[in-house]
């Protein structure tokens, strides 16, 4: 059993505030959205990122100690969608002093500094992050592809195909489970996915 956080109340708050972000991203993926849906979407993101912006500012990245594993892993899942470089950038820093102290999860740096670097135009480290095309799913831009998958083992992720045949599984789940009929694409970068 893990130790009770410092700050359940904290954790409740970012847990709640990814539960309710989180049918709007799933929407994102499984269906096409329309212009206000999509200013919507913004919208609770641009709020999250505001709010965990204080959260950083106040207590530094919010790790295991502080909101438990799901408030960490909720904390992360802000600063995947925040969208916002300078924030992300913050945020990674943050994470790996959490990371070094054993207060957080290694592959959750790695996920937002791939993030990170492709808000900032820069080609991805590790190959976590990918976008919906109208051609399918491609990965994000890599540095130095050949050694792609070195780098991921390296860090505990597994092979890069793997990881691509696993987020193609979980699309086609949630596409079906959404409307089966539905075969819609869109342009959206896939946080986290893999």
Not at 87 to 98: N, P, W
Not at 102 to 109: N, R, S
Request: proline content about 6%; hydrophobic content about 45%; overall charge negative.
């Amino acid at each position: 059993m893990s130790p009770q956080p410092q700050l359940p109340l904290l954790a409740r708050d970012l847990i709640a505030r990814v539960q309710e972000a989180a049918e709007h991203w799933s929407r994102r993926i499984r269906h096409g959205v329309d212009v206000v849906e999509i200013g919507q979407f913004r919208h609770v993101d641009h709020d999250n990122a505001s709010f965990l912006q204080l959260v950083l500012a106040d207590h530094g990245w919010p790790g295991h100690r502080l909101v438990g594993v799901d408030g960490c892993r909720a904390a992360w899942r802000i600063a995947l969608h925040a969208d916002r470089f300078d924030l992300q950038r913050a945020a990674v820093r943050l994470l790996h002093r959490a990371v070094a102290e054993g207060d957080a999860p290694g592959w959750q740096e790695v996920h937002l500094q791939d993030r990170a670097l492709i808000m900032g135009a820069q080609a991805q480290e590790w190959g976590t992050q990918y976008q919906i095309t109208p051609t399918g799913l491609q990965r994000c831009s890599v540095r130095e592809p050949a050694g792609l998958d070195a780098r991921r083992a390296s860090v505990g992720l597994p092979p890069a195909a793997t990881a691509m045949a696993a987020l193609l599984d979980r699309l086609a789940v949630s596409r079906q489970a959404a409307d089966p009929t539905d075969g819609v694409d869109g342009l959206l970068p896939l946080a986290g996915a893999a």
